[in-house]
């Protein structure tokens, strides 16, 4: 599924640090948007895909939180780990 970057989606230091904190900043990406406005995140390596996938939800709360009240993501969806 294709994903994309929305105008607010750049400024992702404003909502993204803030929602996550920085030890997960630090290895999780937001990648883009899709159309069922899922979160699509890349993670540094196979622990940190984990650690998304068993956070997942408190995530999607707080970065809901972040975005509130313009934009609301209906989960995360985490891709293979970026290449380092």
Do not use: K, Y
Not at 57 to 65: A, G, K
């Amino acid at each position: 599924m294709p994903v994309t970057r929305p105008e607010w989606f750049s400024d992702f230091d404003a909502w993204w640090w803030p929602a996550v904190g920085e030890d997960v900043a630090r290895h999780v990406d937001p990648v883009g948007i899709d159309d069922h406005t899922r979160l699509h995140v890349r993670c540094s390596s196979s622990a940190w895909r984990t650690q998304v996938h068993l956070l997942g939800t408190s995530l999607t709360v707080r970065v809901n939180e972040q975005l509130a009240p313009t934009t609301v993501i209906t989960g995360i969806v985490v891709q293979a780990a970026r290449s380092q």
